[in-house]
Nanobody, 114 residues
Framework: QVQLVESGGGLVQPGGSLRLSCAAS????????MDWVRQAPGKGLEWVSH????????TYADSAKGRFTISRDNAKNRLYLQMTGLKSEDTAVYYC???????RGQGTQVTVSS
């Protein structure tokens, strides 16, 4: 059974950093393309970052370029999103998603506020 569990969210001041984690079970994360997506209050889902299956190649939304880094630890079967230079507009629920079938976890709340 495929399961994705996000963690690492919280309240952070503008300019701060957070590292989100996504624990995968029921499949080998190294073999699948994975996304981070987010949903801000009152808005639709927004794609944030993508990492390919196999050879790690990452892409980012313009809003995330230069500030966010997606990575994967195959030994731990975990996906990460390192976020720096956080802005109030980054406030959202963040989800990891398996691209193959759009399986997602329950999300983790990130709030950027002073």
């Amino acid at each position: 059974q495929v399961q994705l569990v996000e963690s690492g969210g919280g309240l952070v001041q503008p300019g701060g950093s957070l590292r989100l984690s996504c624990a995968a079970s029921g499949f080998n994360i190294s073999n699948y393309a994975m996304d981070w997506v987010r949903q801000a209050p009152g808005k639709g889902l927004e794609w944030v970052s993508h990492i390919t299956g196999g050879v790690d190649s990452a892409t980012y939304a313009d809003s995330a370029k230069g500030r966010f880094t997606i990575s994967r630890d195959n030994a731990k079967n975990r996906l990460y999103l390192q976020m720096t230079g956080l802005k109030s507009e980054d406030t959202a629920v963040y989800y990891c998603a398996r691209v193959f079938d759009n399986a997602r976890g329950q999300g983790t709340q990130v709030t950027v506020s002073s």
